[in-house]
């Protein structure tokens, strides 16, 4: 029988991450004698859900006799369909019993006979102890979301909205960040109005999500996280010993070195986890890829690698306040949520600015974008975009919509294309045909309706202006770093956090002084409270030098750990 998988044609090099071998890995018996060892084993009747969508949680389930199918449940527009049939020694799960989304797909006793049910407590403690099943495991749950993202299993979560709504982009980029199977209906097509139509919805009820029997109205990115179980949850009594404010590539390293090395981990991102580096197409100076990798790719792996620890993620969720009084230290959300914790990194990263012109914010997801990532390059297909920014980010954005768009501007500020990107970037924008490089030049004016349709560019040496048709704006000039939510911490002039050496006798207070010692590597001015990657005064603003800063910070937490505060 057919697994209703999509179809992945076979590598002449060797198995691909999402052939059947890996999908559906063959346990020896060994294997499985171990795996069941975690389980509780049950008997179970033909036609019993032991695995139903929607639930909060649910359990790997190892079948030991017997039949189980996989269904993704009936939507608005199919019905029920079977995703993938498993017998004696299959195991059933998928990337959510490591991400801690509610499940999509139930599962259903075909032929009765007995699993073994393990908990998400002791799927935790096998993926920590057992290093060969754990291997094993969490390649096959990778694989078969790589799998489902792209296949008609897609449709059991479908975002429906316009293509020019800020908040339909927001939940789109949202989707794709987390890597959830979905489908996006743009309501100004034709299958959109249809969609409207059947359904009996109007536009002020848009951006919506049908998620199986649910429908979400005007949703946000935070209904959308809440729904499927990735809004903060307490992790039960007692206190975090690590709280990590912000999942980019510093946090998100921090996350897996604190988690891994027994701390109870807490991260929290006010948008997604990735920070700048998954609005990056691609990162091919990053060590160990060669070939280079999307900096939406490199997130999502992370994120795993940081949940298989036992870190608990959630996003969006903003921290409005860090309070750091003689109660100790907490983070509190917008909801008043108070997480208290024995040690935090701050590592919320600096975020793109914008121009000072207007309509520029009445744009921003009509046109104007910080990011290129696959979605917003498949959104510039056929249509002439310009770039705006001289760093790495913009040269990446540039090669990655030049394949694709009617014309690619790369305008900088500056006069010389080198002054701030990497070489072997800009020799492959030189000898680009596609990509029209305007140096000494700036944007200076917006042009269109509902959506962005033209850019007013101005030659910074003769002041000559130009309008050009323009349908895709990507942003990436400067950084702001995102403290303004902080307010004990002792920040540089431009709001950057400063830690250790950089600190003065005037930021240290009578705090220290008891404590008797120095400020540790990346300590702020409060004891306890760290900051790494591009949110910290004098950091290199590279993901590399991120990822190491939010290592090394995390050895920092053992040692302040190590002594009272």
Known sequence: MTDGLTDVPPSPDGPRATDDAVVRPDLSEAQLARLRAYGTREEVAAGELVIRAGDPTYDLIVVERGTVDVVRPATRATPEATVIRLGAGGFIGELDLVTGMRPWLSARVVEAGSIHRIPPPRFRRMMAEDDDLSAIILRALIA?????????????????????????????????????PHVWVDAGSAEGRALLDATGLRDEDLPAVFAGESTLLRATPGELAEHLGFA????????????IVGAGPAGLAAAVYGASEGLR????????????????ARIENYLGFPTGLGGAELSQRAVVQAMKFGAQLSAPCGVAALETG????????????????????????????????????????????????????????GRPVAVIGGANSAGQAALALAPVAGSVAL????????????????ERILSDPRIEVRTSTEVTGLEGGAALEGIVLTDRATGAAETRPCEGLFCFI????ATAWLRE???????????????????LGEAWRALGRAPLPFETSVPGVFAAGDVRHGSMKRVAAAVGEGASAVRSVHMALAVPV
């Open 144 to 180: 078969r979301r790589e799998r489902l993202r792209f296949g008609a299993t897609a449709q059991s979560l479908e975002i429906v909205g316009s293509a020019t709504d800020p908040v339909a982009s927001a939940l789109r980029s949202y989707a794709m960040r987390r890597a959830l």
């Open 326 to 381: 003689e109660d100790g230290l907490a983070a509190v959300l917008a909801d008043g949520t108070r997480i208290a914790a024995r040690a935090v990194i701050i590592a919320t990263g600096a975020r793109y600015r914008s121009l000072p012109l207007p309509r520029w914010d009445e744009l921003v997801g009509a046109g104007i974008s910080y990011a290129a990532t696959e979605m917003e390059v498949r959104g510039a297909v």
């Open 478 to 481: 400067g950084a702001r770093p």
């Open 411 to 426: 305008v900088i500020r500056g006069a010389d294309i080198a002054a701030g990107m990497s070489s072997y970037l800009v």
């Open 265 to 280: 981990t807490v991260v929290l991102d006010a948008v997604a986890p990735g920070g700048q580096a998954a609005a990056s």
């Open 232 to 243: 903060y949850r307490p992790m039960g009594e007692g206190v975090a010993d690590l709280v």
């Open 489 to 507: 911490i002792a920040l540089d002039e431009d709001g950057f956090i400063l830690t250790d050496l950089r600190l003065t006798p005037d930021d």
